[in-house]
């Protein structure tokens, strides 16, 4: 778990940064109703829960430096507890200085009453606009009422900036302690994996393998999937954000299973590519083979200093050389880079950030420039090659063979390292475990 100091010193970051005479606020995500009195499972927004773990909805994170009161105060839900008996535990504000190290907190009930003093006569106000249209408008209306105010003397906020571009800045570069829960994420979505490479047989459906990895998640102790579970079988695969997964799984075809859980706030995010029947044909392998090559060169150019794309540079070299010499594409390799003739068989980037969300936070280019690599960033590699069922441009053999393998890595100061491991990805290797 992160630490309070963590959080701490996360908070007095963001402080650093804000210019004098400012307030920072961030709204809890909302409660999401999935049909009528059913409620999708509370996830608390990513930005509020980076600068304090706070779990509940219903809250608002104020800070405000220099604040002789305390500079971090929380406004929440009240202890209840008839309430408590039919929806949970609640901190109260009482539990949000105890337990979050609040140095103020309130009934978000009073939030009307106090809020807008805090915001009278600052400078600057550090938000998310665009995030909660509800707490916007309120928002906005405590503004408004300020304004009301000037013949009164009342002073409004004169600037609002996007507190998120600060805080995703953060977010990118990893702590040890982060790395150390998403290692852990990352191990307990291996071990899915292998069960899914165990149990898989002809027969089975989709949704029964999604089944097994998902009871690994839980079993291992993940909160959740990070995102919904891909389990695509044969032509399934083609579609690369397939969530169907109510198919046969058909002997003699692949499986593509992209699949990772969200443990402590942290997610994984790991593919693996595997025959039904735990045999790969020789055109299933050919394609695996040219996938893998292509990670494992991207994986090699990863390191600081580098810019992002370098390793979709290398995937997509990589992947037309080998297509090539398949005798799926024909001519030079330079010339179908710069024609994009790759893109009907690799139709998306080498990776991603990889964090609190599963596509996290952060930028990708500075300025319009590729931004480098830096220590502590994580970023999945995942190359892939798709070939259409009605792809009548190639050969019947490769028709509907679709292949992704996916890892996450970590920049250290030399390179970069791989988070999840024990997850086999050598063909050798997957139909040893599949035997």
């Avoid at 280019?365 to 960033?377: H, K, N, P, S, T």
């Avoid at 063979?401 to 086999?424: A, F, K, W, Y």
Wanted: some cysteine; overall charge negative; glycine content about 8%.
């Amino acid at each position: 778990m992160i630490t309070k100091k963590e959080y701490a010193n996360r908070r007095s970051g963001l402080i650093n940064m804000m210019e004098p005479n400012s307030i920072a606020i961030v709204a809890s995500a909302p409660v999401r109703v999935r049909s009528k009195d059913t409620l999708y499972p509370y996830k608390q927004d990513t930005t509020f829960s980076y600068l304090s773990g706070f779990p509940e909805p219903q809250s608002v994170l104020v800070l405000i430096p220099s604040r002789t009161q305390g500079q971090f105060v929380i406004f929440c839900q009240e202890k209840d507890q008839m309430r408590e008996i039919w929806d949970g535990f609640l901190y109260g504000p009482s539990g949000a200085c105890d337990h979050f190290e609040a140095d103020d907190a309130f009934p978000i009930t009073d939030i009307d009453d106090i809020l807008p003093g805090m915001l009278e006569g600052r400078d600057r106000v550090y938000y998310g606009i665009g995030k909660d249209t509800e707490f916007d408008n309120r928002l906005m209306g405590w503004v408004n009422e300020i304004r009301a105010q000037r013949r009164r003397g009342a002073t409004p906020p004169g600037e609002f900036i996007d507190i998120d571009h600060f805080v995703n800045e953060m977010r990118l570069i990893k702590t040890s302690m982060e790395l150390k829960i998403m290692k852990n994420a990352a191990a307990i979505t291996a071990s899915a994996h292998r069960r899914a490479m165990r149990v898989i047989r002809p027969g089975m459906y989709e949704y029964q393998l999604q089944a097994e990895i998902e009871h690994e998640f839980l079993y291992q102790g993940a909160t959740c999937p990070a995102y919904t579970t891909i389990v695509g079988g044969g032509k399934n695969a083609c579609v690369l954000h397939y969530i169907k997964n109510q198919d046969l799984l058909v002997d003699g075809d692949l499986v593509l299973v992209d699949a990772g859980c969200e443990y402590y706030n942290y997610c994984a995010d790991i593919t693996r590519t595997f025959p039904v029947n735990g045999r790969f044909t020789r055109p299933q392998a050919s394609i695996y083979e040219v996938v893998l090559e292509a990670q494992a060169e991207a994986i090699k150019s990863i390191a600081p200093g580098k810019p992002y794309n370098t390793a979709n540079d290398v995937t997509i070299k990589t992947i037309t050389q080998g297509l090539v010499d398949l005798g799926i594409l024909s001519g030079d390799v330079d010339d179908l880079i710069g024609r994009g003739s790759y893109r009907d068989f690799y139709m998306h980037q080498s990776g991603h950030w990889l964090g609190m969300d599963v596509h996290d936070v952060g930028d990708y280019r500075l300025d319009q420039i590729w931004r480098d690599y830096e220590a502590g960033m994580v970023v999945t590699v995942e190359p892939g090659i798709y070939i259409a069922p009605d792809n009548l441009s190639v050969e019947e053999k490769w028709r509907g063979i679709s292949v992704r393998i996916e890892d996450n890595v970590v920049l250290t100061r030399d390179g970069c390292e791989q988070l999840n491991e024990n997850v086999p990805k050598c063909r050798v290797e997957i139909e040893k475990l599949m035997i």
